[in-house]
């Protein structure tokens, strides 16, 4: 990339040289050097006395203290936004401005786009109302489209994420003769309900969804390398977009109570139009009860209201009995580090102590449960512990954080499949992307990788 240099003065008349190297853009001054990635710049004004240069960059990272005691989560970094100011007035200066204005990277959309925003304010640390008024808005009007098109949907409570989804679908996407971007401001449970409440509209319209993370876990987002709401949001300026894969859920009723291995061919599914859509995890047992046992403790406590309850069933450890059958699956052989591919049909019972299914290699950034997860193949991937103690699990778990080198533990079995089939035996709990729902005694639930653009369907493009 050709490199450019100008020399500006700031509003307080000091002399600055601007330059481009790379993907660098670079100020030097008597105070010193900044130096800034182009891509984090996402606008250039220019007023009638200065050039502003807008970006949202992450801060530098401070050196760990030597005493502080490591946490096996990595430490959350966020980008924040400032602004650069030179006087204007010099031709120099606006040929380099204009220069600058064209490597950004922000794709120019179509002026009649009109932005709806689904904003759950009560998600992570409750501060997302903030991020909207002071970064996601402002990034926002970077774009070529005018305020009145920045729809704002606020979620007053659970479930209402889902209705304005598709009161949206219907009544907005279904008829808007103008492009439409929607954005998902919150945690992964606020996703959910974006994609099931636009799924339930059945129309068969292709949207583009930008993930703007504000939530606890963020799996999704963190999967997309996505760490914060700005991050998102520079995301939606790039204009790069990858279909999203979902996981189709049916609940059913066995009708063979033998222990025959073609149980999974006598189940009477409800006949539910829509069936739920997942993203990131199905769990069943220790995942499916920290979330929902954590759930009474949000209104008193943050995260770490996971560590205790997951602390209580390690002291606990009880044990999920259960069938399951795989379709299409092939298991990972830890030993020579390749995948074995499986039969056709592959038969699986037993007592789980961990039982997930997860589409995303981390539910949480650092923790990578499903490691070989991947946002864009046709499996999901399944992570079991069958009769293991607490000590195993915890070893597991623990593992886990480290770069998701649980694999290797003896006893955990990790699979990929394109279809799955559970059977209870028992009246249970399990969690759909944080969403928990009652299973009877001898329930069944049924995962299917749904392809992306299956004819009929709404369609999701991700911002990545
Ligand atoms: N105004 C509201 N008051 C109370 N609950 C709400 C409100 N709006 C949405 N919710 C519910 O909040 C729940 C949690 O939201 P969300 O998942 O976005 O945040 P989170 O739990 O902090 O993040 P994550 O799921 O990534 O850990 C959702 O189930 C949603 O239905």
Known sequence: MAHITAIASSPDKKKISISTHDDIFEEDSDEGRLTI??????????????????YASYPATEPEAETASKS????????????????????????????????????????????HAILNPVSGSRTTRKQWQDVILPMLLA??????????????????????????????????????????????GTLHEVINGMSQAQIAVNVQLGIVPSGSGNAYATALGIS?????????????TQPLRTIRVSFGQCTDSTSGQSWHESVKFKDNVQDPRIMVVFSWGFHAQIVS???????FMGNSRFSLVAGFLLWWMPRYAGNIVLKDSKLFDSKSQTWKEATETTFMNGNY????????????????????????????????????????????????????NHIHEPKLEYLKTKELYLRVQHSTEVCLDGEIHKIPKGGVV?????????????AFQTFI
């Open 293 to 299: 046992k954590s759930e009474y403790l949000r209104p």
């Open 446 to 458: 049924r995962l299917e990788v749904v392809k992306p653009l299956t004819q009929g369907e709404i």
């Open 143 to 188: 774009l070529n489209i005018s305020e009145s098109q920045i729809h704002l949907h606020l979620t007053q409570g659970t479930g209402d994420g889902s209705k304005i989804a598709a009161d949206l679908a219907s009544n907005v996407l279904a008829k808007a003769g103008y492009p439409i971007i929607i954005l998902s401001i919150g945690g992964d």
């Open 72 to 115: 096996l989560r990595p430490t959350a970094k966020s980008r924040q936004l400032a602004e650069l100011r030179y006087n204007a007035g010099d031709e120099a200066l606006n040929t380099f401005f204009d220069v600058l204005r064209q490597r950004l990277d922000i794709k120019t959309i179509d002026p009649n786009t009109h932005i």
């Open 228 to 240: 914060d709401p700005a991050d998102g949001i520079l995301r939606v300026l790039g204009g790069k």
């Open 353 to 404: 102590s961990y039982f997930l299914a997860a589409k995303m290699p981390e539910l949480e950034p650092g923790f990578r449960i499903a490691p070989l997860a991947s946002t864009t193949d046709d499996y999901v991937d399944l992570v079991l512990l069958k009769d293991g103690s607490s000590d195993e699990l915890k070893s597991a778990l623990y593992r886990a954080f480290d770069n998701g």
């Open 37 to 54: 990635p182009i891509k984090d710049i996402f606008a250039i004004k220019k007023d009638q006395s200065s050039y502003i240069v807008y």
